[in-house]
């Protein structure tokens, strides 16, 4: 089955720290472009990070730069998010997304950033 799965989420305090997992099954992560999306309650999903397929170059939005790092392991079929000196604007459902001409989103894993 082809598929994305999120995991990681969770509670955590301002300044803290959590790492998300992109599980990919169904096709190969190496052969394509994979970013990371996040949903604040009441907004539209925004762009968050991608990283590139063959050289690992990453991009990110300006709200989560020098903060946040997206990796992937290809042998493991899985992309991370690294987010550091987390704010409570970073609240939202993260969602992991293969780019392309046919692109697959996973379901998303909720991060709460709360005192």
């Known amino acids: 089955q082809v598929q994305l799965v999120e995991s990681g989420g969770g509670l955590v305090q301002p300044g803290g720290s959590l790492r998300l997992t992109c599980a990919a099954s169904?096709?190969?992560?190496?052969?394509?472009?994979m970013s990371w999306y996040r949903q604040a309650p009441g907004k539209e999903r925004e762009f968050v990070a991608w990283?590139?397929?063959?050289?690992?170059?990453?991009n990110y939005a300006d709200s989560v730069k020098g903060r946040f790092a997206i990796s992937r392991d290809n042998d493991k079929n899985t992309v991370y998010l690294q987010m550091n000196s987390l704010e409570f604007e970073d609240t939202a459902v993260y969602y992991c997304?293969?780019?392309?001409?046919?692109?697959?989103w996973g379901q998303g894993t909720q991060v709460t950033v709360s005192s």
């Open positions: 997304k293969r780019v392309g001409e046919n692109p697959l």
């Open positions: 169904g096709f190969t992560i190496s052969a394509y472009v």
């Open positions: 990283i590139t397929s063959l050289r690992g170059t990453t």
